[in-house]
């Protein structure tokens, strides 16, 4: 089944104590990308990337981190988080070419910073 | 720097043809206009795009004026099940790889 899986689905921490969030998809997609949602926001783009070693910022990059070593996975990193991360992330995926954003979302991960 | 405007909410009832315009200027020149759909705890899902004119699918329609400044999802006869937030998504820079979403739309369906 084509998907993109997202890990963990709900994540408490504590301030200043780095975490990691995987995201995998199984589709071959080129592009990638991670979104924040906040209530009265809407989805705010993160961090995207264009394919493997190839990542930029998004609109709200402040914070956090990413990787892309292999064209499948494109984990986040909070490496000092903050209560303001508090939020529902998710992760997408699409084939990269001829303006298309039809993008797969992952199910999303739940984080609460306290 | 690209920038979305969507109506709020939006209220209709079953069987009513329900439209949504997302407004959004300084978009990329060569790249769609895409629109999501998202019920709660879960992720957002695709349901249309269009770079101009009228695209219709199975479940919607995509207008898009010749100066791509908007954008109108037709939603023909809802059903209860089409209560939702939509989304219209477009890039906000030449290269069309960073995208922005519009703050969403819910949408309220009764009987």
């Known amino acids: 089944e084509a998907q993109v899986t997202q890990n963990p689905r709900y994540l408490i921490t504590v301030t200043g104590k780095k975490l990691t969030v995987t995201c995998s998809q199984n589709?071959?997609?080129?592009?990638m990308s991670w979104y924040r949602q906040d209530p009265g926001l809407g989805l705010r783009q993160i961090y995207y990337?264009?394919?493997?070693?190839?990542?930029d910022k998004g609109d709200v990059p402040e914070g956090y981190k990413v990787s892309r070593k292999e064209k499948r996975n494109f984990p986040l990193i909070l490496e000092s988080p903050s209560p303001n991360q508090t939020s529902l992330y998710f992760c997408?995926?699409?084939?990269?070419?001829?303006?298309?954003?039809?993008?797969?979302f992952g199910p999303g991960t739940r984080l609460t910073v306290t | 720097l690209a920038k979305t405007t969507q109506p709020i909410s939006m209220d209709s009832y079953e069987g009513q043809e329900v439209n949504i315009t997302c407004s959004h200027n300084n978009i990329a020149t060569n790249d769609y206009i895409t629109w999501y759909q998202q019920f709660p705890s879960q992720g957002p899902r695709f349901i249309i795009q269009g770079y101009k004119t009228k695209v219709t699918n199975e479940v919607a329609s995509l207008f898009i004026p010749a100066d791509r400044k908007s954008s109108t999802l037709s939603l023909p006869r809802v059903s209860l099940s089409d209560t939702a937030v939509y989304y219209c998504?477009?890039?906000?820079?030449?290269?069309?790889?960073?995208?922005?979403f519009g703050k969403g739309t819910t949408l309220s369906v009764s009987s």
């Open positions: 589709m071959n997609h080129e592009y």
């Open positions: 997408a995926s699409s084939p990269l070419g001829g303006g298309s954003y039809e993008q797969y």
């Open positions: 990337s264009m394919n493997v070693e190839v990542t």
């Open positions: 998504l477009v890039a906000f820079n030449q290269a069309g790889t960073a995208l922005i």
